[in-house]
């Protein structure tokens, strides 16, 4: 059974800094493709930022320079250092994977259930 649990969200003051780290459990881990997508009330989900199985990352223009994608491979981790933080990043976050499943041929995506992140101003 695939897992995607995250961490990490809460309430920051404009220029704080947030960690969000989400668990991965049940998948194929190292060569998984894995992002951070979020969703603001009355917006589609976007792409945050996505790190690929060899590590080259790629961000959404409006948070390149402030947030750092990264994966820990032996942990089956993944997180979004998020710093400079604005009131528009508020947004429910959540995390994404591309993976196998353990004992499965087939690459599919894995959503865990989000976590809220509101900047106040």
């Known amino acids: 059974q695939v897992q995607l649990v995250e961490s990490g969200g809460g309430l920051v003051q404009l220029g704080g800094s947030l960690k969000l780290s989400c668990a991965a459990s049940?998948?194929?881990?190292?060569?998984?493709?894995l992002a951070w997508y979020r969703q603001a009330p009355g917006k589609q989900r976007e792409l945050v930022a996505a790190?690929?199985?060899?590590?080259?990352?790629n961000y959404l223009d409006s948070v390149k320079g402030r947030f750092t994608i990264s994966r820990d491979n032996a942990k089956n981790m993944v997180y979004l250092q998020m710093n400079s933080l604005k009131p528009e990043d508020t947004a429910v976050y959540y995390c994404?994977?591309?993976?196998?499943?353990?004992?499965?041929?087939?690459?599919?995506?894995?959503w865990g259930q989000g976590t809220q992140v509101t900047v106040s101003s």
């Open positions: 790190i690929t199985s060899v590590g080259s990352t």
């Open positions: 049940g998948i194929v881990f190292s060569s998984a493709a």
């Open positions: 994404n994977v591309e993976a196998r499943a353990w004992g499965s041929n087939q690459r599919l995506p894995y």
